[in-house]
């Protein structure tokens, strides 16, 4: 299929005249009702033979893509779910075309979530699929290599750009200062410092020295940092609303965000959260004038583009149960109102929505003046200009299949798991193992420990066993509540019991994937060597319990020896528990 860019000689379809004037001469060419289009950043799902999705899931997301594209005039879209690249390459192009066919032709941009690593959480993150699989951020941390995160982001935006992906939804940049938040898998980890110059690094990958036709734009969340959460429930939800600092470091989440806007990122998010107790009005950040326009752009000097968090605007239905605005604050307000009051705070647009309607009202009832919509369209549009999209929106959909997942990228990223893993405990200097022993494994595969020694089905006839283990966390029973792991950080008796019998059983390696800061005392002091992953496969576990791969992983936070003590800890200090079973940067040398 051949596709065209259209172009009937208007100055702004110039690609030789500078971007100020081709954005000036858009803008002077667009209706109230094409304005307000460009400041929606919502959801889309894709067919997986790449075709478009006319009518989307009404439990999941509910949009017409050709209605949304055409007859509200959005083009900014963040693609849900994980395919096949030449297919995303397609349906890529098919929107390019659809949005060609519109009055003034202006190219879409689309964004997506992480989706180069392990976890699967529809409002988050996806598993790598196609792509090349590499550790969380998390693990990134965990090796402490500028380097190795630009070599990844690097290798992120050549796979994003081989399928259209042109804003990337992070990095995300948040302290993890809560050792319960459901979040810190995306992060770099509590540290500040290390943080600060791993964005650095992370937006360089992403963006290049500057932002141009190469570059995937880097979205950077969540300001002013989101990791002080009351009981480290998340704000998605209104029990997780409330973000504090009884410590009086609110001043150091900001570190990391200040590196990002000396680095050059194009784009921030603020977060859900509401503060309490703190100079700033208590609403939430997107909706926070104080936060976003006083702070974010007068006090920092940041002027890209502002994205809400999805969904603040409107309730939703997500999974078919209702799930509430998250203009935390102003809950007893209008919609009409919280959209004018995402506006006044100085944000350009509104992240998981397509109201337009609203954007409409405000401006024709004079509550809004049209200009205050040019301020934000002239980021947005600059943007697509710089980006290449008006010039060359299309994308290879062969070349796409060739490039993501390609060898050195998967090579790249196997290697960065295997530096990642955390050696805690080497009882005896079991590791690393050698020979052919037999091996009982747990929640490992067969087919490949088959390839480390001889796999038995009795741990009483072992001469080693591997088990894996998730972080503990506390059930929720809302669907979409349920892929947020909060709560316990430790495991209830009746799941204890059976790895303790297994460690007393036979000598163990026992690998804990980190999601969040795990309390597993009894663990530690019992398994015959503890290992911590951040994201890595059963093939790099065993190389580095089996000597083939030198791990250099440190913990990028610190694991609490109590519960109590995760409680009593303040969420807005860094590493706040008292007397950690593993302090922050613990680490053996194999």
Known sequence: MKFTVRNEGHPYQNP?????????????????????????????????????????????????TTATLQAKYLTHFNLMGTYEPGAMARWHNSLQAMAAQTRLGIPVTLSTDPRHAFTENVGASFNSGAFSAWPEPLGLAAVRDPKLVYEFADTVRREYLAVGFRVALHPQVDLATEPRWSR??????????????????????????????????????????????????????????????????????????????????????????????????????????????????????????????????SDAEIFGETHQARAWGLESMTELQR????????????????????????????????????????????????????????????????????????EAGA???????????????????????KLYVENVTADVAVEYGEVVADPGQADLAVLRLSTPYEPRTNRFESF??????????????????????????????????????????????????????DAALLDVVFGRSRPEGRLPFELPRSME?????????????ENPLFPHGAGLTL
């Open 16 to 64: 030789a005249l500078p971007v100020e004037q081709r954005v000036e001469d858009l803008i002077a060419r667009m209706t109230l009702p094409e304005k307000a289009g460009q400041l929606f950043h919502t959801m889309l799902v894709m067919n997986p033979d790449g075709s478009t999705v006319e009518k989307g899931d009404p439990g999941i997301i509910a949009l017409d």
């Open 184 to 313: 810190q898998n995306g992060t770099f980890g509590s540290d500040a410092a290390l943080t600060s110059e791993l964005v650095r690094a992370y937006v360089r990958g992403l963006q290049g020295d500057r932002l141009g036709k190469h570059s995937v734009s880097a979205m950077v969340k969540h300001f002013p940092g989101g990791g002080p959460q009351k009981d480290g429930e998340d704000p998605h939800f209104p029990w997780g609303k409330e973000q504090v600092y009884p410590g009086g470091m609110r001043d150091l989440h900001l570190e990391p965000f200040k590196a990002a806007i000396s680095a050059g990122c194009a784009q921030m998010m603020p977060y859900y959260g509401q503060p309490i107790g703190t100079d700033w009005e208590e609403v939430g950040f997107g909706v926070n004038k104080g936060v976003v326009q006083g702070l974010l752009r007068d006090r920092l000097g940041f002027d890209g583009i502002v994205c809400t968090d999805w969904g603040l605007i």
């Open 339 to 410: 959209a004018a009051r995402v506006l006044d705070a100085g944000c350009d647009q509104f992240g998981g929505e397509d109201r337009t309607d609203l954007i409409i009202e405000l401006v024709e009832s004079g509550l809004v003046p049209e200009t205050r919509l040019d301020q934000s369209l002239r980021r947005l549009l600059r943007e697509k200009f710089v980006l290449g999209l008006f010039d060359a929106p299309y994308v290879d959909a062969e070349l796409a299949d060739e490039t993501v997942g390609r060898a050195d990228f998967v």
């Open 415 to 437: 290697r960065a798991q295997r530096r990642s893993l955390t050696v805690l405990t080497n009882s005896g200097g079991r590791l690393p193992v050698a020979g052919r022993p």
């Open 484 to 537: 947020f792991h909060s709560g316990t950080l430790e495991f209830t008796p009746e799941e204890l019991k059976p790895v303790l019998d297994l460690l007393d059983k036979v000598p163990t390696v026992v690998c804990v994937n980190l999601e969040r800061a795990a309390v597993i005392p009894e663990i530690a002091e019992r398994a015959a060597a503890l290992v911590a992953d951040y994201g890595a496969d």
């Open 565 to 577: 003590a995760v409680r009593a800890s303040r969420p807005d200090v860094p590493d706040d528990t």
